[in-house]
């Protein structure tokens, strides 16, 4: 792991350059193996304390030695396959580097995975345009940390120009990265969004390389409808949450208790009509679907998808007043019987696993401890 935050990390970093990360033949031939052990510690040892030097306060003389290491790894790690690099800290003169600082690292033909672990987008935004044209694998982490950031991480200033913003959108990433089969990151508490130019051009837009997407933070409902529609090869899908709101002012403010995104039979079949999934495997989003109807629509359009979930499925009576006693409990027997068949539904797909739950709206939700109703009705009872 390469660390701009810890010596002990640089260590395990330049260890992992000369071990797994590389060809035996490059073990063989590496002027690593020529080093002592003793020499190859201090070597590491003294690596990188630049970085914190009190006596350095230029912001671009940081970035000149910063330069100088990141052309050291590239010409003495030529087989590195790999790499973890960790910004987080109290880090400002990353904020304004330029592609050129990391440039060297696009030289390192097997180099097709990285993880990026920062504080904010303007800290790495160089890393990944350096080595975008290059990746397959991307896993980006932003926490928002360090002690530049605090009030900036809160700020709902999200559409600034260019890579301004503190956590970039997504169509952005996979823009500098044609080449992205897999991409994995975490915003923190920050919500995952496109911009509105990708919007705009949706019918032109198209990610044909990404297989796997895996978002460790809110993404928002436009997004991930735009990531449907723009990504016809995506064998899986993955999100922690999903929420209401997109681009526009105060679009990526921290989602708090932000409502869930509710999906309908009509945007279900619009979402459809524009991605098959053919490909698609795995789905493990938390939709939340406005009635049995559009669930049984989705789940019967993908039955290449043997694991899907989790659906959040509402259920209510159809209206709130009656005009007798007898005529609710009729309605109310229709809906349990229509619940019934659903659960029988999702259980009879050898092929899929369906993981799912009821939302119960109204008068439903007062029968929700009754035991024997809940075996008939409740998946996994």
Known sequence: MWSCSSFERWRSFFCSCVGAHNTTTYLQTSPWTRIGNNEVTNFIDDLGRHLYDENVDNPEERRELLRRDVRLVAEHCPNLRRMTINMTGDLPYLRHATPDLWAPLAQLHNLRDISVMSNEWPECVSLVNAMGDRLHRLSLKLDGGGNMTGSMW?????????????????????DMCPDLEVLNFSFGMRR??????????????????????????????????????????????????????????????????????????????????????????????????????????????????????????????????????????????????????????????????????????????????????????????
């Open 154 to 174: 809160n700020n709902n200033n999200n559409d600034g120009p260019d890579n301004s913003d503190f956590v970039p959108k997504l169509d952005a990433i996979l």
């Open 192 to 381: 995952a969004i496109v911009s509105a130019e990708c919007k705009a051009r949706a019918s032109a837009t198209v990610f044909p390389k990404l297989r796997a997407l895996t978002v460790r933070t809110v993404l928002a409902k436009d997004a991930l409808v735009l990531l449907w529609s723009c990504c016809p090869n995506l064998e899986h899908l993955s999100a922690s949450a999903l929420a209401d709101g997109g681009s526009g002012a105060g679009a990526n403010a921290d989602f708090g208790a932000s409502a869930t995104a509710e999906f309908d039979v009509v945007e279900v079949r619009r979402l459809l009509r524009s991605n098959r999934m053919c490909q698609l495997r795995h789905l493990n989003v938390p939709l939340v679907l406005a009635d049995m109807e559009s669930a049984r629509t989705l789940i019967d359009a993908l039955p290449g998808v043997s694991e899907l979930g989790k659906l959040i499925v509402k259920v209510g009576l159809p209206q709130e007043d009656y005009a007798s006693h007898e005529e609710m409990l009729l309605a109310l027997a229709h809906v349990m019987q229509s619940m019934r068949h659903f659960k029988v539904f999702c259980s009879s797909r050898p092929a899929q696993k369906v993981e799912w739950e009821w939302q119960r709206l109204g008068f439903l939700e007062s029968f929700a401890e009754i035991e024997q109703l809940n075996a008939l009705i409740e998946p996994n009872m």
